[in-house]
């Protein structure tokens, strides 16, 4: 199989049909996550075993490799595994500067990158670091946003399903009151009834996410907030935040949002973006690439079971673009990669 090269800009948005292996893509952070903090074969079990990470099983492919580069290649960190008789085994793992390789670690059945004493490992976990991915689909009775969080513990960042948004936004409405500000207004922009979030720790210093209305005395919780307003509240914390991780990684971030929500979305991925936070989310929303350059989108096609990824030149498009939008492009089969009839 040959291997695929991704290059990232500061925006990069996937689309693609149904099975085209966009999520499949964002998934790789999370299995790259749990891989360099030395919990890969638990996380391959939990995920339905070898055959489910291995390309079309293990019966056609027993390897796995990647090259990740930072910096425009002055670091990198590449990793080779091939699957054994009692789970992966980690043939080749090396760290890279300016192109060249030091190995640290084979035969190994975890990564030794956190436990190298090279010194070029602690830049590497600093990128690595900087990748955060997050999913705020689940907006049930009993998800993460009903969860208590710790005014002390779960302050740090948000986590990646939200479950600490209640002390994350105490910790900014106390300590970053100008920021605290803009996502209240943020918010009330799309949810004009909304008040402000009403912060009530108990004797142990855990909270609960709970609101106010502007036309009630009453206090609600989040199972009283539309799952399209919660999951816009969620988002709004997560790119408005004082301190913004290096890269925000995200599948499907429009679920559920009204077009003047998704407008807003829209905003703020620029915004972080300028700033120098990296986005990569995966779409299948016409209205969210509606808002975006040519250059900020990824088509993702599956071709012979491998996924291709083209991103769109702005220079092959400009004439359509005169009488067009991005998204009507991509509707009416102009843009003809990414389509589910590839």
Same mark, same amino acid.
Request: charged share 25%; proline share 4%; hydrophobic share 45%.
């Given at each position: 199989m040959k291997l695929t090269r991704v290059d990232f800009n500061p925006i990069n948005i996937l689309i693609g049909a149904n099975g085209s292996g966009k999520s499949n893509f964002?998934? @790789?952070?999370d299995f790259l996550n749990k891989l360099y903090n030395r919990k890969l074969n638990d996380y391959i079990a939990l995920s339905g075993g070898e055959n489910k990470i291995l390309h079309k099983g293990k019966k056609i492919t027993d390897k796995i490799s990647f090259k990740i580069e930072f910096e425009e290649g002055?670091?990198?960190? *590449?990793?080779?595994?091939? *699957?054994?008789?009692?789970g992966f085994i980690f043939t080749s793992e090396q760290l890279y500067y300016k192109g060249n390789g030091l190995d640290i670690s084979r035969s190994a059945r975890e990564s030794t990158l956190k436990t190298s004493d090279s010194h070029r490992a602690k830049y590497i976990i600093k990128h690595l670091n900087g990748f955060r991915k997050y999913h705020f689909h689940d907006t049930s009775d009993k998800s993460p946003f009903t969860q208590l969080s710790h005014l002390i513990n779960d302050i740090y960042f948000l986590y990646n399903d939200g479950a600490n948004l209640a002390a994350f936004l105490y910790n900014i409405s106390e300590n970053h009151k100008i920021v605290y500000n803009k996502i209240i207004k943020t918010i009330q922009s799309i949810a004009p009834y909304f008040s402000d979030f009403y912060y009530q720790p108990n004797s142990e210093h855990f909270l609960r996410l709970q609101w106010t209305s502007k036309y009630s005395d009453v206090i609600f919780g989040t199972t009283d907030l539309s799952d399209g307003t919660l999951?816009? $509240? =969620? /988002?709004?914390?997560?790119?408005?935040?004082?301190?913004?991780? &290096?890269? #925000? #990684? $995200?599948?499907?971030?429009? %679920?559920?949002l009204h077009p003047e929500a998704i407008a807003k979305l =829209?905003?703020? #991925?620029? *915004?972080? *973006? =300028?700033?120098?936070?990296?986005?990569? $989310? =995966?779409t299948q929303s016409t209205d969210l690439i509606s808002h975006f350059q040519p250059e900020d989108i990824i088509t993702v096609d599956q071709i012979g079971g491998e996924s291709k @990824?083209?991103?769109?030149?702005?220079? +092959? %498009?400009?004439?359509? /673009? +005169? &009488?067009?939008?991005? &998204?009507? %492009?991509?509707?009416?089969? $102009?843009?003809?990669?990414?389509?589910?009839n590839y």
């Open positions: 964002i998934s @790789f952070f002055q670091n990198g960190y *590449s990793v080779k595994l091939v *699957s054994g008789s009692d999951r816009f $509240i =969620a /988002l709004t914390v997560l790119f408005m935040q004082p301190v913004l991780p &290096d890269t #925000i #990684i $995200i599948d499907e971030p429009e %679920l559920g =829209a905003g703020m #991925i620029k *915004s972080v *973006s =300028a700033k120098k936070c990296q986005v990569i $989310i =995966a @990824f083209k991103r769109l030149n702005k220079d +092959e %498009l400009h004439l359509w /673009l +005169e &009488d067009y939008t991005i &998204d009507d %492009l991509w509707k009416r089969n $102009i843009i003809t990669t990414g389509q589910p």
